[in-house]
C-alpha cells in the first residue's frame, strides 16, 4: 500500500470566484485582534475549549434529567454522557498531561495555564460524574422500576432465578475469568483502559494472611443479564429483571479462588491516554507505523481512577500506588460504575418509552412515484442539483444509491472516493469492490487515522486492496476528513462527472441519526474541482487551484475570512449584512477575531454549534450583534453550514470543517458552495427555524453560561427544531 509523499505545505490555493479574484482585493487584517469599547485590545474574549467541551456534555446529561423526555431516550443520554467523557479523558485531559510533563506551559487563547485547566477540569468531571450518578440512582432507576423494567441485585432475586443464572455463569462466565494474583512471585497486573475490574481481598484459612487478586470482568459478555430471557422488557407490564454481570460474578467468586475465604470485593475502572503519536514523515509504511502504535495505546498512562465509593481505603491505596495516579485523580462513585453499560436498557423494544419510529423519505427530487422501481440517480443528477439533508432524507436512496448504481453501471469508468469512517457491514465498501472486479478504475483514499477507528479501518483498506481498489492514505502531516465522491460516466462522446460532497462520513448506519447535508451535482466546475483535489491526495499536485470548492489547509481559512470582511463591508456601505455558521465547535481565533470585527461593524451574526465554543458573545463593545445557540436532540446536529447574506446575493458553503485548528491547520477538509437558488432558500429558511425564539435550544450567555430555553412564556414547550423537520418531509411526502 502507497502513502502519497505529498506534504501539508504542498498544498493548493483555491480561485474562489469572490473578492480573491477580483481587481479590488480586499485586505484582511486577520491576525489582528478586534479592539475592546475604550480602543484597548481585548485580551479576554475567548472561552476555554475545554470547560466549553464539559458544558456540552453538562447539555447532554440535561436531556437525561429532564422528566419530559422519553424514558429509555433519558437512559441513551446517560450512556452518551459516560462515553462522551471517557473519550475527554483519553484524549484531552491526556494531551493536557503530556504538556504539562514536557514542560509546555504555555497558556490557552483563553489564557489559562495548562496546570490551572488540568484542575479546573478535574473538580468540573468530578461534579459532572456525580451529578450523573444521582440521576441514574435518585432518578432514572426508579423510573425503569415503575415501568416494570429492573435493574437488581442478586440477594433481590428468587431462588429460581439465582439458579438458572448461576447456571449460565458456570457455562458461559467461569471459562473466561483469569484472576490474577498479586505477591512476591505475581507482580501486580496490567490493567486495560476502560475495563470494569474487581479488586478481590482473600484470606488463607490456614495461615490466615491476607491476599489481593485482581479479576477483569470480560467486555465480551454483555454488561446487564437479562433474567427473564433474551426478549425480556420487550411487552409494557411484563416485568423484566437485569442484573450487572459484576454482581453476578461477585457471588460466585469461590469458583474462582477454591480453598480460599473471600474477605471483600470492590470494583474499579482506569482511564488511559489512548490518543495516538504517529511520525509520519519517519514511517516507511504507515500501515505498519499505526499497527505498532495501536498495540502501544493499550499501554498508555492512566489519567484516571474510577473507584466504587464503599471501597476499602487500603485497596484504594494499593490501587493508587500502583497505577501511579494522583489523589485528585481518583473519582469515588457510587457504584455501578461505567454506565455506558445502560445502552442494553436502552436498546430494549418498547415502543411507548422510545421516540416514535420514523421512516426517511427518499428526496422529492429522487423519487419516481410513477414507477416501482428505483430511481435513477444520475438521470435526477442530471436534471438539477440535489441538496440531501440526513436522516430527514433516506441515506440508503440516495448516497448509497448513487455508488451502488455506479459499481454496476457499465458506462461508469472511474469511482474516487474517501473514506473516514464508515459501518462494520457497510454497502460503500462492498460498492467499491464491486466496481473494482467489474473492471473499473477505483480510487479509495481511506483515513486510516481516523479516531478510535484506526484498526477498523485498517481492515477495510486491505479488504479494498484484495479486491483491487487503488488504496492511498492521503497527504502525510494531514488527516483527509472530507466526504467525497467522484464518479466519472462516458456519456456518448464525451466524460461526465458526477459528483457527492458532504458534511457526514460515508456511514449508512450514523446516516440514520446524525443530521448531515450532502449535494449531489454534474456540475462541471465542481467536478473539475474534485479532480483536481483528488490528484492532490493520490498524487502531485500541489499548484492546484479551485473554484467552487474551499480547501483546508491553504484556502479555506482565508477564504471564510474574506467572505466575513465583504459583510463588514456591506455593512459599512449601508447595506444588510449577516453571517450565520453552523459548526459542532468553533475555537479558531482567527474567525472568531473576524465575528468580533464583524459584530463591531453591525453585521448580525449567528452562530450555531453543538459542542465547543470559545467565542463569547452578547459583550459591550465587543459583540453585542453576536448570539450563539445550541441544539442537541434525537439527532447528532453534524452539518456545517456558512451563509452570508452578501448583499441580498445569499452565498452558503456546506461541507466537512469545524472551525478548529486541526480541521483549518491539519487536515483536509472541503466546502463547496451552493449554485441552486432553490436550495439556497430552503436551507436558509432552516437555518432561520433553528435561530427562531420559539425554537428549543440553549442560549450562550457572555460570561460562558449556557442557559436551556425550551418552555414558552405561556409555560407551553418550544418547538422541537428536529421534530418540525421531520414532519415538513411527511407532509412533503404525503402531498407527492
Known amino acids: 500500500m502507497d502513502t502519497t509523499p505529498a506534504t501539508a505545505a504542498s498544498f493548493g490555493d483555491s480561485d474562489m470566484p469572490s473578492a480573491r479574484a477580483t481587481q479590488d482585493r480586499i485586505e484582511l487584517p486577520v491576525f489582528d485582534p478586534p479592539l475592546g469599547p475604550d480602543g484597548d485590545f481585548t485580551l479576554d474574549r475567548f472561552l476555554d475549549r475545554e470547560t466549553s467541551w464539559l458544558d456540552f456534555n453538562a447539555r447532554v446529561l440535561e436531556l437525561a434529567e429532564d422528566p419530559d423526555l422519553y424514558l429509555l431516550e433519558r437512559i441513551n443520554f446517560l450512556s452518551i454522557f459516560a462515553s462522551n467523557l ?5 484524549v484531552r485531559v491526556a494531551g493536557l498531561k503530556r504538556r504539562i510533563a514536557t514542560g509546555l506551559a504555555v497558556p490557552s487563547p483563553a489564557g489559562v495555564s495548562p496546570i ?15 451529578r450523573h450518578a444521582r440521576v441514574f440512582a435518585e432518578d432514572l432507576r426508579p423510573a425503569l422500576a415503575a415501568e416494570q423494567l429492573q435493574i437488581t441485585r442478586w440477594q433481590q432475586l428468587d431462588q429460581a432465578a439465582q439458579e438458572e443464572i448461576s447456571r449460565w455463569f458456570v457455562a458461559q462466565v467461569f471459562p473466561v475469568l483469569t484472576p490474577l494474583a498479586v505477591d512476591p512471585a505475581h507482580p501486580f497486573p496490567y490493567i486495560s483502559g476502560l475495563s470494569l475490574n474487581l479488586a478481590v481481598i482473600v484470606r488463607n484459612p490456614v495461615s490466615g494472611k491476607e491476599l489481593f487478586a485482581r479479576l477483569k470482568v470480560p467486555g465480551v459478555l454483555p454488561r446487564l443479564i437479562s433474567v427473564d430471557g433474551p426478549r425480556a422488557g420487550n411487552s409494557a407490564g411484563r416485568l423484566a429483571r437485569f442484573i450487572s454481570l459484576e454482581d453476578v460474578i461477585s457471588q460466585h467468586l469461590e469458583y474462582l479462588f477454591p480453598g480460599m475465604e473471600v474477605v471483600e470485593h470492590h470494583t474499579f475502572r482506569v482511564t488511559r491516554n489512548e490518543d495516538l503519536e504517529v511520525e509520519e514523515d519517519d514511517a516507511e509504511n504507515l500501515l505498519q507505523a499505526l499497527e505498532k502504535e495501536l498495540l502501544r495505546r493499550r499501554f498508555g498512562p492512566p489519567v484516571r481512577l474510577e473507584v466504587a465509593s464503599d471501597i476499602n481505603p487500603t485497596i484504594r491505596d494499593l490501587l493508587m500506588r500502583e497505577l501511579g495516579v494522583e489523589e485528585d485523580e481518583v473519582f469515588s462513585l457510587p457504584a455501578p460504575l461505567d454506565l455506558r453499560g445502560l445502552s442494553v436498557i436502552a436498546g430494549i423494544d418498547r415502543a411507548d418509552l422510545h421516540y416514535p419510529k420514523q421512516l426517511a423519505h427518499t428526496s422529492r427530487f429522487l423519487n419516481e412515484s410513477e414507477t416501482s422501481k428505483a430511481a435513477n440517480v444520475f438521470a435526477a443528477m442530471r436534471r438539477r442539483d440535489i441538496l440531501l439533508h440526513h436522516p430527514y432524507d433516506s441515506f440508503s436512496t440516495s448516497v448509497q444509491a448513487f455508488l451502488e448504481q455506479a459499481a454496476a453501471d457499465p458506462k461508469v469508468q472511474a469511482i474516487k472516493q474517501t473514506l473516514y469512517r464508515t459501518s462494520g457491514d457497510s454497502p460503500i465498501v462492498d460498492a467499491l469492490i464491486d466496481a473494482a472486479e467489474a473492471g473499473k478504475q477505483v480510487l479509495a483514499l481511506v483515513e486510516i487515522k481516523a479516531r478510535f477507528d484506526e484498526q477498523a479501518n ?14 492511498v492514505y492521503g497527504i502525510v502531516g494531514l488527516k483527509t476528513h472530507s466526504k467525497l465522491s467522484l464518479v466519472i460516466r462516458r456519456e456518448g462522446d464525451r466524460l461526465r462527472r458526477y459528483c457527492h460532497i458532504g458534511t457526514g462520513n460515508y456511514h449508512p448506519r450514523t446516516a440514520r441519526y ?11 466546475q465542481v467536478g473539475e474541482d474534485l479532480s483536481r483535489l483528488f490528484n492532490q491526495l ?18 479555506l481559512r482565508s477564504g471564510l475570512l474574506e467572505r466575513i470582511e465583504q459583510e463588514i463591508q456591506h455593512r459599512a456601505a449601508g447595506r444588510e449584512a449577516r453571517v450565520v455558521i453552523k459548526v459542532n465547535s468553533i475555537v479558531d481565533e482567527a474567525i472568531i477575531d473576524a465575528l468580533y470585527r464583524a459584530s463591531q461593524a453591525g453585521v448580525q451574526v449567528d452562530v450555531i454549534v453543538r459542542g465547543i465554543c470559545s467565542l463569547r458573545p452578547g459583550v459591550p463593545g465587543l459583540s453585542e450583534n453576536i448570539r450563539v445557540r445550541s441544539i442537541l436532540g434525537r439527532f447528532l446536529e453534524h452539518s456545517r453550514v456558512f451563509a452570508f447574506h452578501n448583499g441580498g446575493e445569499e452565498v452558503i458553503y456546506i461541507g466537512s470543517a469545524d472551525m478548529m485548528h486541526r480541521n483549518l491547520d491539519r487536515r483536509v477538509e472541503a466546502l463547496v458552495r451552493l449554485s441552486n437558488k432553490d436550495d439556497i432558500v430552503e436551507l436558509q429558511r432552516i437555518l432561520d427555524r433553528y435561530l427562531d425564539e420559539r425554537t428549543a435550544s440553549w442560549h450562550l450567555d457572555a460570561d460562558g453560561g449556557w442557559t436551556r430555553h425550551h418552555i414558552g412564556p405561556d409555560g407551553e414547550p418550544l418547538s422541537d427544531v428536529q421534530s418540525w423537520l421531520l414532519e415538513s418531509r411527511h407532509r412533503r411526502a404525503a402531498h407527492r
Open 116 to 130: 490551572d485547566q488540568l484542575q479546573e477540569i478535574l473538580v468540573r468531571a468530578r461534579e459532572l460524574q456525580l
Open 86 to 90: 471517557d473519550e475527554f479523558f483519553m
Open 514 to 524: 446524525y443530521e448531515d447535508l450532502g449535494l449531489l451535482t454534474t456540475d462541471d
Open 538 to 555: 493520490s498524487g502531485y499536485a500541489p499548484r492546484s487551484t479551485f473554484k467552487r470548492l474551499l480547501v483546508a489547509p491553504r484556502s
Open 458 to 471: 485498517i481492515s477495510w483498506a486491505r479488504k479494498l486492496e484484495e479486491a483491487g481498489v487503488h488504496v
